[in-house]
C-alpha cells in the first residue's frame, strides 16, 4: 500500500504561480506512474497531468497545457506538479494519485489506486 501527502497549496493572484508536492510513503513509489487530478466546487475530478515511472513520459489536460509542469524525483520518492499562469478557474482541490500497473500512463482516475487527501488550491481574479 502506498500512502501520499500533498502539499503545496494556497492562496495565489491570478498570473501567479504555486508548486505541489506529493509524497510516497514506500520506496517502490518508483515502480507508479503518478497522477495529479483535481476537483473544482460542483464539479467531478478532472484529470490534470500525469508522469510515468522513469520520469519520461509526461500528459497533461488541454486546459493546463503550456501552464502546468509534472516531474518527479525517486530518489525522494516524490512528484511535483509546478503551476505556473494560474487563473481563477484552476481553483480546486488537487489530489496525487498511484497508478501501480506498470507503463501505463491513464488520463481517467479509475485506474489509480492511491490516492493523497488532497490540497486546496485558491485563485483569486
Known amino acids: 500500500q502506498v500512502q501520499l501527502v500533498e502539499s503545496g497549496g494556497g492562496l495565489v493572484q491570478a498570473g501567479g504561480s504555486l508548486r505541489l508536492s506529493c509524497s510516497a510513503s514506500?520506496?517502490?513509489?518508483?515502480?507508479?506512474?503518478m497522477g495529479w487530478f483535481r476537483r473544482a466546487p460542483e464539479k467531478g475530478r478532472e484529470f490534470v497531468a500525469a508522469?510515468?515511472?522513469?520520469?519520461?513520459?509526461?500528459k497533461y489536460a488541454d486546459s493546463v497545457k503550456g501552464r502546468f509542469t509534472v516531474s518527479r524525483d525517486n530518489a525522494k520518492y516524490t512528484v511535483y506538479l509546478q503551476m505556473d499562469s494560474l487563473k481563477p478557474e484552476d481553483t480546486a482541490v488537487y489530489y496525487c494519485?498511484?497508478?501501480?500497473?506498470?507503463?501505463?500512463?491513464?488520463?481517467?482516475?479509475?485506474?489509480?489506486?492511491?490516492w493523497g487527501q488532497g490540497t486546496q488550491v485558491t485563485v483569486s481574479s
Open positions: 494519485a498511484a497508478d501501480s500497473l506498470i507503463g501505463r500512463i491513464a488520463t481517467t482516475s479509475t485506474p489509480y489506486d492511491y
Open positions: 514506500r520506496r517502490t513509489f518508483s515502480t507508479y506512474t
Open positions: 508522469v510515468s515511472r522513469s520520469g519520461g513520459s509526461t
